[in-house]
Structures are given as C-alpha cells and as structure tokens.
C-alpha cells in the first residue's frame, strides 16, 4: 500500500494491498467486496449495523438512529445505497454506469452503488463520507449532540 493508509475500526488490520485513495479499486471476490466496502460504513463514526428489511441487507445507521447506507453483501456485483445531495446524484449517474438512482429508495435523494470495480476507490470512499455527513447535517440537534461527527 503506498500511502500506509488502511480503513477499519481503531485497531482493526486490513489487506495492506489496496487503500482507498491509492489501491486498485474494489475488485476480487464478492465478498472480499463487501467486507471492504463494510469495513469502510463501520467505520464512520456512531456506525451501527443492523438486518431490519432482513438478513439480505445490512443497514448502517448513525447510533442506531438515521440510516445513512444500506448494503446487500450478497449479491454481484455488490450493490450499496447511499444518500446523496440530489444535483450531484444526477451528475453521478452521468458520469459512472455504476451509479444508478436508489433501488427502492427516493431517487432524488439515493443513489445505488454497483461496486463492480469500474469506481475509483478514492470515490468510493468521498460518497460513503458525503452519505454519512448529509444524514447527520439533518438529525436534531439533540441526536448531533447525543452523536457528535468524529474526523
């Protein structure tokens, strides 16, 4: 890894082979995908993971509270939904065949993620952070204090 940056909970080894802002992109094996993909939603700060549509799906949550991802490890090319500010979700979908209006979500506000490697990692990244920071930019200032954004 050439920058010596892995992801994950404190503590927490990683494959040293990629990093999100440098590695080759998430590519490998479905669940090497997902796990990766799952390291990075664990760790935002206050992440919770939770199954209530099921086991199917893995819905990453801020203190248990507001969703900010949902995560389906099983399918392939791994898909994963995260909120989005609505002009740069169209703009997204534009640029990337990978990025597709939210499946079973408000299109306008959601956007689907194939990781099917063709998404730099870098970006990966930026959009699970930007999902993160719109959810909590609108949670009350109650569950802001209660869960403060960790950098």
């Known amino acids: ?9 404190e503590g927490e080894d990683l ?7 440098c590695g080759p992109g998430l590519t490998g094996s479905s669940s090497m995908v997902a796990e990766s993909i799952r390291a990075l939603l664990l ?3 206050h992440a919770t ?3 209530p549509f099921g086991p199917e799906h ?12 949902i995560l389906s490890p ?5 898909p994963v939904n995260l909120k989005c500010e609505p002009e740069r979700a169209l703009e997204l979908r534009d640029q990337h ?33 930007h999902s993160y920071d719109l ?14 954004r960790g950098d």
């Open 58 to 69: 893995l819905v990453y949550k801020i203190g248990g509270e507001k969703m900010f991802a």
């Open 74 to 78: 099983d399918e392939f090319p791994v």
């Open 97 to 129: 065949e990978a990025i597709q209006p939210g499946y079973h979500m408000n299109k306008r506000h959601w956007n689907t993620m194939l990781l099917d490697g063709s998404l730099p990692s870098g970006l990966i990244e930026e959009l699970v952070v």
């Open 135 to 148: 959810v909590h930019v609108g949670m009350t200032k109650k569950l802001k204090e209660k869960y403060p």
């Open 49 to 51: 993971e939770g199954t």
């Open 1 to 9: 890894m050439a920058c010596g940056r892995a992801i994950g909970r």
């Open 43 to 45: 760790a935002q700060s």
């Open 15 to 21: 494959d040293p082979s990629w990093c999100w802002n």
